[in-house]
């Protein structure tokens, strides 16, 4: 787990500045990074040299430019997953309708404990309350990694048959999960206010945007 002071500590309506805000924000998006990383190092593409060489501006950036999920535990981050729209210059979806899942993680004391499901879930509302005319999510999987394949399958992500090789030749494998009636009876279940506070009581773990000062699930039902 890593400390996130922002998360335990938001100044909503506070003298504090939002220059402070997104730095204390941008703190906890990095250590988070730095934690996932050094847990997980073969389901990232980057290192931690490569987080802590990137300026506080570009995660600024990244903030406001994609959506960036954390599930924390008594001000720790102990899960996070982004959702960015498609690269012009090498996805083929269009932007207005996509989005792709990136960069998820969970502590690897809390596995096993559906906080996946739960936090990839809650990742799929934030971006359907910003966007409610996205059709699909996509992903890309190492094809070793099995665990994570399991949960896409079980989430009712399907295989689109294509593939690719990463910047380090593993082949990754691309998922996607259409926008349905289905999708949205599972997410409101997932963001439940009760669900919520069942999973918060029995795990102590809670869930909320990256750069939002309110993003707690009563927004999404």
Not at 162 to 169: E, I, T, V
Not at 171 to 189: G, L, M, P, Q
């Amino acid at each position: 787990m890593t400390d996130c002071g922002a998360g335990a500590e938001r100044p909503i309506g506070s003298s504090a500045g939002p220059s402070l805000w997104l730095q204390q924000e941008v703190q906890c998006l990095r250590n988070a990074l730095r934690e996932a990383i050094r847990t997980s190092p073969g389901s990232f593409l980057t290192t931690v040299e490569d987080v802590d060489g990137k300026a506080d501006d570009y995660w600024i950036g990244e903030i406001r430019s994609s959506t960036r999920v954390v599930a924390e535990r008594d001000g720790a981050v102990v899960g996070i997953a982004a959702g960015k729209a498609p690269d012009g210059d090498k996805d083929p979806e269009d932007r207005s309708d996509s989005r792709y899942i990136e960069s998820v993680w969970i502590a690897p004391g809390l596995r096993g404990n559906r906080l996946g499901k739960r936090l990839i879930t809650y990742l799929m509302a934030a971006e359907l309350r910003k966007n409610p005319n996205i059709k699909q999510f996509l992903l890309w999987v190492f094809e070793t990694n099995s665990s994570a394949i399991s949960l896409y399958k079980h989430m009712k992500f399907s295989d689109t048959q294509a593939r690719q090789d990463g910047p380090d030749f593993r082949t990754e494998i691309k998922y996607r999960r259409d926008v349905n009636h289905e999708t949205w009876a599972a997410i409101a279940e997932t963001v439940d206010e009760s669900v919520h506070a069942v999973v918060k009581q029995k795990h102590g773990v809670t869930y909320r945007v990256v750069g939002e000062r309110d993003s707690t699930q009563s927004r999404f039902r």
